[in-house]
């Protein structure tokens, strides 16, 4: 059995604890390391606690990551055991690499790139700096884990040639979990159309566009904002929105028990990003594009993203041109019950396969890079 020691940067996170869970079930002996951003919990994982960071506080937690080697340094034994080191975000990969050469390990040394943060395609001397230390930590990795394609063609392709050997793992539903039935057959809706903003609620533009939607068209749609604002980027969240009352904001969700009721709620979902619209924003490909797929919600994106040519490219959904603050009230508007039925009976006949992940895909990966010769 191979032992994994994952290093997260939050385990708050429900991603993360989902990956570690989603390790578990390959059959591997897992140990996690991890930061978090709120208090220390117990967890139901075997897991050494690193401290807390802070969001978007850079600063901070370089320094966490210098009082994470004492810590991780105490535990080099364990460390120099392990078969695989599994790092979620660069300031993971980079503790992950060190404590791989603390403890003298023969480790493998998998990073996950989450997110292409904008300071990686800055043009000045920052971005440059950063690419350099990002350089010198992938010539130490077997695999780069990315969950959309545009992560290669438009970064590591370009800014880092031939030096990642990427694999694609989408945000697809983990497996092993009960999410209940799909709704293949739809119960007739009436009222207005009802529009879903789900997840990490981080980006003002589609703040933005949903609320001017909600004045434009008043009654007839109504709008349901669920999950976590991200107040370093949004902090005025709650004074904009209780202005509208077509726009009803339900906090976070138990994952995944409360998915069916958060999707089952609404016609549609938004899924356009534009949090670092130059680069990470188009590149991704969110969550909930494979969970409100499964629930047969379709989804809306700009069409000049990977998330809209992904829509576009499967024939699921509405895709939009800009500019949005006109695209959108216009689609809307032409919508009626007929089209949205049609939508969702397209999800509801597509394979489930296409949002929830295959049961073996990261025991495949475990097993490609272990039977790799060398570090």
């Not at 969110?286 to 576009?312: K, V």
């Amino acid at each position: 059995m191979a032992e994994l020691i994952f290093f997260g940067h939050d385990a708050h996170d429900a991603a993360v604890q989902r990956r570690i869970k989603a390790f578990e079930q390959t059959g591997a002996s897992v140990r996690a390391f991890t930061m978090r951003r709120g208090p220390a919990f117990a967890t139901p994982w075997i897991n050494v606690d690193l401290g807390e960071t802070h969001d978007a506080a850079f600063g901070q937690r370089i320094g966490a990551l210098l009082r994470a080697q004492p810590i991780l340094r105490a535990r080099r034994e364990a460390l120099k055991r392990a078969d695989v080191f599994y790092a979620r975000n660069l300031d993971m990969l980079a503790l992950a690499a060190w404590a791989r050469g603390m403890s003298g390990s023969r480790a493998k040394l998998i990073y996950e790139c989450l997110d292409v943060h904008r300071f990686m395609t800055r043009s000045d001397q920052l971005g440059a700096a950063m690419r350099f230390v990002e350089r010198r930590l992938l010539a130490g990795a077997a695999r780069v884990v990315v969950s959309s394609p545009a992560f290669v063609r438009e970064y590591f392709d370009v800014h880092q040639p031939g030096r990642a050997s990427t694999v694609l793992i989408e945000n697809r539903l983990p497996p092993a979990y009960d999410y209940g039935p799909r709704p293949i057959e739809a119960a007739e809706r009436h009222g207005p159309i009802r529009i879903g903003w789900f997840g990490n609620l981080r980006c003002r533009r589609s703040l933005d566009l949903l609320l001017a939607l909600a004045a434009r068209l008043g009654e007839r749609v109504a709008l349901s904002f669920r999950g976590a604002p991200a107040r370093t980027e949004i902090a005025d969240f709650e004074a904009r929105v209780a202005a509208y009352p077509n726009v009803t904001v339900g906090g976070r969700y138990a994952w995944p028990q409360g998915l069916a009721s958060i999707y089952g709620d609404v016609d549609l979902v938004w899924a356009g990003d534009f949090h670092d619209p130059g680069a990470n924003s188009k590149w991704l490909l969110p969550n909930r594009l494979y969970e409100g797929g499964y629930y047969c919600a379709p989804p809306i994106a700009p069409a000049d993203s990977e998330t809209g040519r992904w829509i576009e490219r499967h024939g699921f959904g509405f895709t939009l041109a800009e500019p949005l603050e006109e695209t959108l009230p216009a689609l809307v508007e032409s919508l009626n019950r007929e089209r949205i039925a049609a939508a969702r009976a397209k999800l509801a006949q597509a394979p489930e396969s296409l949002f929830v992940q295959p049961a073996d895909e990261l025991k495949q990966l475990l097993n490609a890079v272990l039977a790799e010769e060398g570090p």
